[in-house]
């Protein structure tokens, strides 16, 4: 059973920067990829950006060249480095992994989602 686990959400002042961290146990070294998504008070949640096996990315337009998904080879967590944050990337994360998927994806069905980490830019 794959579960994932997230951290690092905070309260930070728009410009600054944070980082996510999610860890999936039970995802293995099988071909999967992982993703991070935000929802909004009212609003649709949406992809972030996400991390194939072999470490291809994608990302979301509005965050492009501030926002960095990656994997740290030692603890095989998947993290989120968020800089020059917006009142805008205000909301919860959420960490979410699948199986089966040889590319990055931010419309895959993931199977498996974490509880979420909140971040308010003010």
């Known amino acids: 059973h794959v579960q994932p686990v997230e951290s690092g959400g905070d309260s930070v002042q728009a410009g600054g920067s944070l980082r996510l961290s999610c860890k999936a146990s039970?995802?293995?070294?099988?071909?999967?990829?992982m993703a991070w998504f935000r929802q909004a008070p009212g609003k649709e949640r949406e992809g972030v950006a996400s991390?194939?096996?072999?470490?291809?990315?994608t990302y979301a337009d509005s965050v492009k060249g501030r926002f960095t998904i990656s994997r740290d080879v030692i603890t095989n967590a998947v993290n989120l480095q968020m800089t020059n944050l917006k009142p805008e990337d205000t909301g919860m994360y959420f960490c979410?992994?699948?199986?089966?998927?040889?590319?990055?994806?931010?419309?895959?069905?993931?199977?498996?989602w974490g509880q979420g980490t909140q971040v308010t830019v003010s």
């Open positions: 979410a992994a699948d199986f089966g998927c040889w590319q990055p994806s931010l419309t895959r069905d993931y199977g498996y």
């Open positions: 039970g995802i293995g070294s099988v071909v999967h990829c």
């Open positions: 991390l194939a096996s072999d470490s291809t990315t």
